[in-house]
């Protein structure tokens, strides 16, 4: 009740103003542009919007979709890099968005040690990392001097591999109530003296696990007893965490089966797997739907080769264009979309419209600005017959490119590309 109390207190503007001093004023820049030291140099200018927006979202549950943006960095963890999980995604958040969580982390900060359990080395200010890979090797060490004599200890290592994500969720409300399952598991065979922790040193402490991020070491007396209790924790524990059993997988299949496997995702609810056919409402296979599928696979390769050969034409033809490099540069640009056009900038929140400042009706895109524009049919109307007559129209430049390349020749697509002045028209 009292852990609820403390958190459960209103927060006020001295907590706001502590966290935003207690910030790295030279951090990581976040997608406004500001870091933490303009707040801090002129808190006496923005601190009093500054504390009411944050007391807002605090207090009263307020909305953070105003500073809610984020830039997302993915920080290598492994050398050879292969997949998406080799990478740790570091959020680069707003600095007023930072003042919120940070005021929330250190609320919590205070009963954070009261819940996470003395064997976890990390999350509580004062405890290292490091701490418990130390602590490890001393045991190990330890367990090889004790080669002698009949009493004998032994370690198991457990890879958790994210179990807490795939927990079954009448598994996840008892953990609610009662934090730390697997700690509670291993404490509960200790105290009823089945469990035997290996001692440390010559006092009476002791260790029956050391918790690591997602790996575990559990010690207990090598005893076949002992090993049997600590088996029947580890079965109930992975029934709830529904995880794959990698020992089995490693004698079956070859890694890269492995990988695939445990890529599937095994059921929360705890139902058998089944055979799903996912072109079908009821997920059962039917002759018409595999023939359905096969039709719609073979339309779509047809048009996908002829999609492609039409890009490669058109690329072609622009390389090929006798003009200065610096127009086939800008006629590239603008069929990938590169140029700057007033979509392209909203679409990337630089500005906040779209439309077009000649017409003013349609939004500023590629195909526009350069083909669809009153200002630029004004200069089409000037160009070669076929062009003026072309009625073709497109928000993208490419597609409106690759009619070009259709009905003009070599040369007139010369005199249309040397026409780029229009984006400045």
């Known amino acids: 009740?009292?852990?609820?109390?403390?958190?459960?207190?209103?927060?006020?503007?001295?907590?706001?103003?502590?966290?935003?001093?207690?910030?790295?004023?030279?951090?990581?820049?976040?997608?406004?542009?500001?870091?933490?030291?303009?707040?801090?140099?002129?808190?006496?200018?923005?601190?009093?919007?500054?504390?009411?927006?944050?007391?807002?979202?605090?207090?009263?549950?307020?909305?953070?979709?105003?500073?809610?943006?984020?830039?997302?960095?993915?920080?290598?963890?492994?050398?050879?890099?292969?997949?998406?999980?080799?990478y740790r995604p570091i959020s680069l958040c707003n600095v007023v968005y930072k003042i919120v969580s940070k005021t929330l982390a250190n609320r919590l900060k205070v009963i954070l040690p009261k819940l996470i359990s003395i064997n976890q080395s990390d999350f509580v200010p004062g405890r290292l990392i490091s701490d418990n890979t130390l602590v490890a090797y001393e045991i190990l060490h330890s367990m090889t001097?004790?080669?002698?004599?009949?009493?004998?200890?032994?370690?198991?290592?457990?890879?958790?591999?994210?179990?807490?994500?795939?927990?079954?969720?009448?598994?996840?409300?008892?953990?609610?109530?009662?934090?730390?399952?697997?700690?509670?598991?291993?404490?509960?065979?200790?105290?009823?003296?089945?469990?035997?922790?290996i001692p440390i040193g010559r006092g009476p402490i002791s260790m029956n696990h050391l918790f690591f991020t997602d790996d575990s070491l559990l010690f207990c007396q090598a005893e076949a007893e002992e090993l049997s209790y600590v088996l029947n924790i580890l079965d109930i524990y992975e029934k709830a965490s529904r995880q794959w059993k990698k020992p089995i997988l490693q004698e079956l299949f070859s890694q890269q089966e492995i990988d695939d496997i445990t890529a599937i995702p095994i059921s929360l609810g705890g139902r058998e797997d089944k055979l799903a056919w996912q072109f079908t409402a009821n997920g059962i296979y039917t002759v018409k739907s595999g023939y359905n599928l096969s039709k719609e696979l073979e339309c779509d390769l047809e048009w996908e080769t002829a999609g492609k050969a039409k890009e490669k034409q058109v690329w072609k033809t622009i390389w090929k264009l006798r003009v200065s490099p610096a127009t086939k540069m800008f006629l590239w640009r603008a069929c990938n979309e590169a140029l700057s056009t007033l979509a392209n900038l909203r679409r990337r929140k630089v500005v906040e419209h779209s439309s077009c400042l000649?017409?003013?009706?349609?939004?500023?895109?590629?195909?526009?600005?350069?083909?669809?524009?009153?200002?630029?049919?004004?200069?089409?109307?000037?160009?070669?017959?076929?062009?003026?007559?072309?009625?073709?129209?497109?928000?993208?430049?490419?597609?409106?490119?690759?009619?070009?390349?259709?009905?003009?020749?070599?040369?007139?697509?010369?005199?249309?590309?040397?026409?780029?002045g229009v984006n400045s028209n």
């Open 358 to 420: 000649v017409c003013g009706q349609e939004p500023e895109t590629s195909g526009h600005v350069l083909w669809g524009c009153i200002g630029a049919k004004d200069v089409w109307g000037q160009a070669v017959r076929k062009v003026q007559k072309l009625s073709f129209q497109s928000d993208l430049i490419f597609e409106v490119w690759s009619r070009l390349v259709e009905i003009l020749s070599l040369e007139e697509l010369d005199e249309v590309a040397v026409t780029r």
């Open 145 to 197: 001097s004790r080669m002698k004599g009949k009493r004998g200890f032994m370690a198991l290592k457990l890879d958790m591999s994210k179990a807490y994500d795939r927990v079954e969720w009448k598994f996840v409300e008892a953990i609610m109530t009662k934090m730390e399952a697997l700690i509670a598991l291993l404490n509960q065979v200790e105290a009823s003296g089945v469990l035997t922790p």
């Open 1 to 86: 009740m009292e852990m609820k109390a403390w958190l459960m207190n209103p927060f006020t503007r001295e907590n706001i103003t502590d966290d935003i001093f207690q910030m790295n004023p030279l951090g990581s820049p976040s997608p406004d542009g500001f870091l933490a030291q303009f707040y801090q140099k002129h808190w006496e200018v923005v601190g009093e919007q500054v504390c009411n927006f944050a007391l807002k979202v605090l207090n009263q549950g307020g909305s953070l979709n105003e500073v809610n943006d984020t830039f997302i960095s993915l920080i290598p963890k492994v050398k050879n890099l292969k997949r998406v999980t080799d």
